[in-house]
């Protein structure tokens, strides 16, 4: 079967998007495209055979012959676009964050909840990385034992020079929050954030900045999120247990040993590094929608990213401990 998917928002990881729905993977068509910027929206289109282009995205997906809706717009677009394709009935994936404040969140999952089945996917592709992947197996088979700790890095090369500090956490730790409650498969109940010395390359911006997580269980976690390191794309993660610890491995494959150096490639950024696991996210999303089961990272998930995020924002600001206020989590999602 082939799924005929409507993208909203064709910037860089629309684009992305669309190049691998269209010539990677397996079972889809790209039908439609929409983005504010009607010009780049046509520029696109050239280069997808049998896509139209719609002046608003609730045109989009209102439209007949699109099955599926893939919104990859600016955040703050993300719920009217959410909450339209669950309206009609229609599958949805949505690039991070569902929604930038935790009011919305709860409105796009209320409306699933009323529609009785789940129709979104939310884009933490980092859940379909071989490597995350095997990190979870060695805490589900025991091999670990109890997990206690958890240490992340999560440092880019640069940014642009509109990023903002509060943006080092919902843009950049949002992947780490959730990956954490998907590997333990338990909640973060609280968050502070520490202001390390700031890097002089980077102006006014909070750079780096320590992230120190407390889940239900009181497993720890740290993440420095730092996104002007200068030399790439550079992700950690490592997990202790109880018996024994796991983390990843260094994604560049290979190692030259040249000169008397020996040095491997660092990624030059989230692309390249995650380029494998954005397949697998959407290939996985494209098998659910033709199977009608949608079954990766949910609105609810959404809603709790966005949530935790939040209690960082407040961290960032007050330097104390916040805690991590979760609703009543609804049977639809587990
Ligand atoms: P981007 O390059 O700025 O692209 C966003 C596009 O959406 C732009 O073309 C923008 O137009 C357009 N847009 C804005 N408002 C719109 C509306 N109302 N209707 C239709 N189109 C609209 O941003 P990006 O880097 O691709 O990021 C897009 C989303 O993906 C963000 O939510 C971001 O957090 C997420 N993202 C996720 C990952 C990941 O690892 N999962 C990686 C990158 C990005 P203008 O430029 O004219 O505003």
Redesign the pocket.
């Known amino acids: 079967m082939t799924v005929r998917v409507g993208v ?9 998007h669309i190049r691998r729905l269209s010539r990677v993977l397996c079972g889809a068509s790209v039908v439609a495209l ?4 009607s010009a ?2 046509s520029t696109v289109a050239g280069g997808v055979t049998g896509a139209r282009v719609f002046d ?2 609730q045109e989009l997906i209102r439209a007949d012959d699109v099955e599926a809706v893939l919104v ?4 703050p ?2 719920a009217d ?1 959410v909450l339209a394709a669950i309206e009609m009935g229609k599958s949805v994936f949505c ?3 569902l929604a930038p404040t935790i009011a919305a969140c709860l409105h796009i999952v209320d409306a699933e909840v009323a529609y009785g089945r789940r129709l979104v996917q939310v ?4 859940r379909y990385d071989d490597g995350y992947r095997a990190m979870k197996t060695a805490i589900t088979s025991g091999a670990l034992g109890t997990p206690l700790l958890i240490h992340c890095a999560h440092r880019n090369a640069s940014v642009p020079p509109n990023v903002t500090s509060d943006m080092l956490i919902t ?1 950049s730790a949002i ?1 780490e929050i959730d990956l954490v409650r998907w590997l333990l498969d338990e909640e973060i109940v609280a968050a502070r954030v520490l202001k390390p010395r700031r890097s002089g390359r980077v102006g006014e911006l909070q750079d780096p900045q320590l992230v120190i997580l407390e889940t239900v269980t009181g497993v720890v976690v740290d993440v420095e999120v730092f996104v002007n390191c200068g030399y790439g794309y550079d992700i950690r993660c490592e997990i202790v247990g109880e018996s024994a610890s796991v983390s990843l491995d260094d994604p560049s494959g290979v190692i030259l040993r040249r000169d008397g150096q020996r040095a491997g490639r660092v990624p030059g950024d ?1 692309r390249e590094r ?1 380029a494998r696991a ?1 397949d697998a996210e959407l290939q996985a999303w494209l098998d659910s929608v033709a199977a009608s089961t949608v079954t990766g990272p949910s609105a609810w998930d959404g809603y709790a990213a966005t949530a935790v995020a939040d209690a960082c924002l407040t961290a960032l600001e007050s330097g104390e401990r916040a805690a991590v206020q979760l609703a009543a989590r609804p049977a639809l999602y587990g």
């Open positions: 909203l928002g064709v910037g860089n990881i629309g684009q992305d929409s983005d504010i910027d780049r929206a608003t995205g990859a717009s600016w955040g677009t993300h676009f690039e991070k964050p884009g933490f592709m980092r843009d992947h989230w995650f954005y």
